[in-house]
């Protein structure tokens, strides 16, 4: 079946400092990928949703200043975290989805960020 | 305002045990329900959706739009079910926006 790759697994950085979390649709194009973000023992909340070509489409509340999305290419989305604080901490995952249907759509396997 | 809403953190069974795992939603327009499963150090993948009305390792789904549920059920329960599983809700012009619910850890104990 379709895989999205996520990288890296899990990173720890010094607070002030830049992220970046690839999302990667190794066997299919994705014109749309989705930003989610957990913290522990909480749900999925969506972040933001990853337009190919375009500006990435952010939820509210969520800061586009903070989480720098691009789409560069129809398998490829990177969530940059900019200047990371520890109440960034948390865990990252990634969706895509084959023809933009969400039935679907895959996940990634997430990236644990820890802001020191 | 859109939610959806799992009461259970944990629900412990022994094998062979039926299982409901309880979802409610709110939501103004016509969603789409669906489940999702992860399963120890495995990524999130999808196990139903409503519209399918399909059966899949046993589990089925009924889309109660009067109650606001979509309880997840199966009649006997089997160890390797043991697994988080959250239910979750898009629009039908918002594929793949997914709203989650809380997660519904399911211990299923031999």
């Known amino acids: 079946g379709a895989v999205v790759s996520q990288h890296p697994s899990w990173v720890i950085c010094k607070s002030g400092t830049s992220v970046k979390i690839e999302c990667r649709s190794l066997?299919?194009?994705?014109?749309?990928m989705f930003w989610y973000r957990q913290f522990p023992k909480q749900s999925l909340m969506l972040m933001a949703t990853?337009?190919?070509?375009?500006?990435?489409?952010?939820e509210q509340g969520v800061e586009k200043d903070k989480f720098l999305i691009n789409h560069a290419s129809l398998t490829l989305s990177t969530l940059t975290v900019t200047s990371a604080h520890p109440e960034d901490s948390s865990f990252y995952i990634c969706?895509?989805?084959?023809?933009?249907?969400?039935?679907?759509?895959?996940f990634g396997s997430g990236t644990q960020l820890s802001v020191l | 305002a859109q939610r959806v809403t799992q009461p259970e953190k944990l629900l412990s069974v022994f094998k062979g045990a039926p299982v409901e795992l309880k979802c409610n939603y709110s939501?103004?327009?016509?969603?789409?329900l669906f489940w999702y499963v992860q399963y120890s150090r495995q990524r999130l993948q999808l196990l139903l959706r409503?519209?399918s009305r399909e059966s899949i390792k046993g589990f089925t789904a009924d889309l109660n739009k009067g109650e606001t549920s979509f309880h997840l059920k199966k009649p006997f329960a089997q160890e390797e079910d043991s697994a988080m599983y959250y239910c979750?809700?898009?629009?039908?012009?918002?594929?793949?926006?997914?709203?989650f619910g809380q997660g519904t850890t399911l211990q299923v104990k031999p």
């Open positions: 969706s895509a989805s084959p023809e933009g249907v969400h039935e679907k759509l895959f």
């Open positions: 066997d299919f194009q994705a014109t749309t």
């Open positions: 990853s337009n190919e070509g375009s500006k990435a489409t952010y």
């Open positions: 939501y103004s327009g016509s969603p789409e």
């Open positions: 409503h519209i």
């Open positions: 979750a809700l898009s629009s039908y012009r918002n594929t793949g926006k997914l709203i």
